[in-house]
């Protein structure tokens, strides 16, 4: 049985292809306004440094609408001893402008275990938010909005996992951090889409066997599989941004734009993966296109991920496909303000629970530390039992 957490934006919240469109900046003005905060010239020359790293997706005229939340934030952070957590996903004027550490959910679950700040506001979805309560008990951690669920995380739950390690006794289970506490309780280790395949392989090394139990993400399994030639069973879990990509919408890319670089996540469908010329987690994307500055690219990922590394490389083309995930921009910067200004919305996780998953996520942040490792492209097909 699915566990929801989240109610879907509505058709007019989600669509259209500016992510900061979902709230709107004049959503931001009024939302200002009605904090009683307003752009004076304070404001404007104290976060001039910070609209210098999103001038490329917020035009000056929309400025205003958002500097004085962001001043307000950043000042309460101070005075709270806070610290901000920005996944790659966020919207520019959050990842950029409030977010003490940014990146993926490995990149953010380190931090959190190393931060010394006594509040974590987590931009990001619900699984992020609790991902840092397990490692971080002694900390209040805060949740700008507790419907930011995951159609992954809601796909499966510790009772699922439970019946799972009864019908396969014996073979490791590997979870995915898109996934809720209950879930990481029932599991051996963690993974992120940027070590999975290591993390598959150890576990299988470990445990001496030649199967492993990667949940929940069928098509992460899928691409595992082809990169380990490690049999997996998994389960009928699916990111609802990454699963709209196919091959057409590849092939549809390379017509309308000669020589474009085409840069997939693993929890793209395997056709896409396979079309691609380069596949990694998000940190891996990032490290591609700052390192090697493809004259245009697009990434098969959620549409904000362009927007945030497109300021680490201002020289390379983006072409935006527009895939929003409506959960991650249930996050906005209104919601942060009010998340630090009334300390709301608490993450607890019950103790026992978060003693379990804490093994599992240990497991994983024992392992060597490497370079996000990239998912070779062409690798036959390993087949995946789905349960
Ligand atoms: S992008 Fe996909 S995996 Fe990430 S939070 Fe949204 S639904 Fe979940």
Known sequence: MARIIDAPLTTSESSGCDPRAVHGTWGALDAAARRGLAYTPEVAAETAP??????????????????????AINKMKRAKHAVILAHNYMTAEIFHCVGDFRGDSLQLAREAAETDAAVIVQA???????????????????IPDMRAGCSLAASITGADVRLIKQRFPG???????????????????CCTSSNAAAVVEWAAREWGVDRVILLPDEFLAKNVAAQTGIKIISWHGRCE????????DITELRAAHPGIVILAHPE?????????????????????VVEKRPAK???????????????????????????????????????????????QHEVII?????????????????????????????RPEVAVELV
Not at 268 to 288: E, H, I, K, R, W
Not at 299 to 307: A, G, K, V, W
Not at 352 to 362: E, Q, T
């Open 50 to 71: 910070l609209y210098e790293h999103v001038k490329h997706v917020i035009p000056a005229v929309e400025w205003p609408a958002y500097a004085p939340l962001i001043s």
């Open 124 to 142: 990001g979805v619900h699984f992020m938010a609790e991902t840092s309560k397990i490692l971080a008990p002694d900390k209040t951690v805060l």
């Open 171 to 189: 073979l490791p289970v590997v979870t995915y951090v898109n996934t809720s506490a209950d879930v990481k309780a029932e599991s051996d280790v």
């Open 241 to 248: 941004v990454h699963e709209r990509f196919t091959a057409e």
């Open 268 to 288: 793209c469908p395997p056709d896409v993966m396979a079309a691609s010329d380069f596949a990694g987690s998000t940190a891996a994307l990032q490290d591609y």
């Open 297 to 343: 690219v697009v990434l098969l990922t959620e549409c904000s991920m362009s927007d945030n590394v497109a300021a680490a490389a201002p020289d390379v083309d983006f072409v935006r496909p527009c895939n929003l995930c409506p959960h991650m921009k249930r996050i906005t910067l209104e919601g942060i303000y009010d998340a630090l200004a009334n300390m």
């Open 350 to 378: 019950p103790e026992d629970v978060r003693v379990r998953a804490k093994k599992a996520i240990d497991a994983m942040l024992a392992l060597p530390k490497e370079k996000p490792r990239a998912f070779e492209i062409g």
